[in-house]
């Protein structure tokens, strides 16, 4: 079973278009995110969110909308594309980590590459 | 600044031998996580190690093992008896805080390790 999923892998599409990026994962984590990872291979977070709560909310175009309708699920909405867009999107997720308990790492999903033409 | 430096943009070594990926970081905390990845040509993102400020080890996976000099604010990733799977890109990554919810990892911009026969 994959740990956390993203669909679809590849997409393609033209400028000015909207498009949304579905991510699930079933290891019971809380916490969920999505990165961007440009050209030359940076990864950026973009948003984060607990229990359905967004966290993190970086510098992104509002162009980009997150949704999460269960702690399982965070999806992402990208309205008017454009060709800066084009980019590997992960999705990932964590657990809570309380001091002293065993270290749960960031689960990344397979990623998402976006093209826009 | 840069949280996250990583300053070899590629490193070249033979199979069989051991190589050092260099990181260093910048944080006022004092609880924070060090984790370094592994992404290969698939372009997933592969967990390979993790240290904890407050960890007096070193960590160790197998092959890999993370050398953590605390005052020089360093976590060097080495990775012994290379093999040609290694070649890949490495993160360096880190959680500042404790790991509330939703904090995200920061990432240096990466190593490309390229193993030779």
């Known amino acids: 079973d994959t740990a956390v999923s993203q669909t679809p892998k590849y997409l393609v599409t033209q400028m000015g278009n909207d498009k949304s990026i579905k991510c699930e994962q079933n290891?019971?984590?809380?916490?969920m995110y999505w990165y961007k990872q440009d050209s030359k291979k940076f990864l950026k977070i973009m948003f984060s969110?607990?229990?359905?709560?967004?966290?993190i909310n970086e510098t992104v175009p509002n162009r980009f909308s997150p949704k999460s309708p269960d702690k399982a699920h965070l999806n992402l909405h990208i309205n008017s594309l454009e060709l800066g867009d084009s980019a590997v999107y992960f999705c990932?997720?964590?657990?809570?980590?309380?001091?002293?308990?065993?270290?749960?790492?960031?689960?990344f999903g397979s990623g998402t590459r976006l093209t826009v033409v | 600044a840069q949280k996250i430096t990583q300053t070899q943009p590629g490193m070249f070594v033979q199979e069989k031998e051991a190589v050092t990926l260099d990181c260093t970081y910048d944080?006022?905390?004092?609880?924070?996580?060090l984790f370094w990845y592994k992404q290969p040509s698939s372009g997933e993102m592969i967990f390979l190690i993790y240290?904890?400020?407050?960890?007096?080890q070193n960590a160790t996976e197998g092959r890999y093992s993370l050398n953590f000099q605390k005052a020089r604010k360093s976590a060097n990733l080495v990775i012994s008896a290379s093999q040609l799977g290694d070649s890949a890109m490495y993160f360096c990554a880190m959680r500042e805080g404790q790991g509330q919810a939703g904090t995200a990892l920061i990432f240096g911009k990466g190593t490309t390790l390229s193993v030779s026969s």
């Open positions: 990932a997720s964590s657990q809570v980590i309380v001091l002293g308990a065993p270290h749960y790492g960031y689960t």
């Open positions: 290891l019971g984590h809380d916490t």
């Open positions: 944080t006022s905390d004092q609880s924070y996580g």
């Open positions: 969110y607990n229990n359905k709560e967004l966290i």
């Open positions: 240290q904890g400020s407050y960890d007096e």
